[in-house]
């Protein structure tokens, strides 16, 4: 939505933005129009965002036609109507709706003489601004001065230090609905009446009396014979090993997602329905799972192990370079 914020005034020759001036803001401040009864919901969510656009969004002074006076921020000093307040747009014998061409001629200030110390302030600034070409808004929070999503977002979101085991989470291959729910594993929010499953000092305590079998045969396919099962040392083994680009650490890093997921699922299904799934029906969707999402992903080294890692899954040949 913010986006849209900067095309009204960055887009000046969209047919949306001539649409939305002559039609929705009726040539007034987009900073000033009151949000109407009857308006759409994205027009209304737009206007919401005005109070955050209003930080970031700055302007160089150009002739000035483009740029309101007292509303928009193109002062050393922020934007004049916050700063200075009503008295001061009476003071200058101005109007709310003015344009910042209004006290400009033939390139310079042309001010009407300050009768008070808003307008003192306001005018012994002026200097600092230097006239381009024209009117030009600037996106503060990007590099660049255009709007940019990831810039953007970067800026408002709240920044923790990064976690190390989120290679074994987010990565181009994994199943989107398997990582949310190991995200929420490894966040400890997996709460569905009773724990999914606790991986503790003791070992793996599922309601599931196999879920060890299910974990040791699938990371028995993946070679991983000697694979821990306390949680901590499995996140510590995935962290140290899983997160590479080599076939072994893609298809551990789904089976991990494959079979938190799939856990999660027939505990809810027993849960509210009552109908338990074997432990064959698990282990067959996990493998399904992960064998249909890796064929095609990628190319990979024809070397011993991968060919063997192949065979165990039932890879397709084009898999290999």
Not at 17 to 33: I, Q
Not at 85 to 100: C, I, M, N, Q
Not at 107 to 123: C, H, K, N, T, Y
């Amino acid at each position: 939505m913010l986006r849209h914020v900067w095309s009204l005034f960055a887009r000046s020759g969209s047919l949306w933005v001539a649409w939305v001036k002559d039609y929705l803001l009726k040539r007034k401040s987009f900073w000033s129009v009151s949000i109407p009864q009857n308006c759409s919901w994205s027009w209304r969510k737009i206007l919401k965002l005005r109070e955050i656009a209003k930080r970031i969004l700055k302007f160089k002074v150009g002739n000035g036609e483009n740029i309101f006076l007292w509303q928009d921020s193109w002062h050393p000093s922020g934007i004049l109507i916050e700063v200075f307040g009503h008295r001061a747009v009476y003071d200058a014998h101005s109007s709310l709706e003015a344009k910042l061409s209004s006290v400009i001629l033939n390139g310079d200030w042309f001010w009407r003489p300050a009768r008070s110390e808003a307008l003192v302030e306001i005018q012994t600034r002026l200097h600092e601004i230097k006239f381009g070409p024209y009117d030009k808004p600037v996106w503060t929070v990007s590099r660049g001065g255009s709007y940019v999503s990831s810039e953007t977002w970067d800026f408002f979101r709240e920044k923790k230090v990064e976690v190390s085991w989120w290679k074994i989470v987010w990565f181009p291959n994994a199943i989107p609905k398997h990582a949310f729910i190991l995200w929420l594993a490894l966040q400890d929010r997996l709460l569905t009446g009773d724990r999914l499953m606790k991986w503790g000092y003791k070992g793996i305590i599922c309601f599931l009396s196999f879920s060890y079998r299910i974990w040791k045969f699938c990371m028995h396919c993946c070679h991983e014979n000697n694979s821990p099962i306390i949680w901590d040392e499995v996140l510590k083994l995935g962290i140290s090993k899983w997160g590479t680009k080599t076939l072994k650490g893609l298809l551990c890093r789904l089976v991990l997602g494959s079979v938190i997921y799939n856990l999660w699922c027939t505990r809810n299904e027993l849960k509210h329905s009552g109908h338990p799934i074997s432990e064959e029906q698990i282990l067959r969707k996990v493998l399904w799972e992960v064998r249909t999402r890796i064929a095609g992903k990628g190319k990979f080294s024809k070397n011993k192990e991968n060919l063997g890692l192949a065979a165990q899954w039932n890879l397709p040949a084009d898999l290999f370079l």
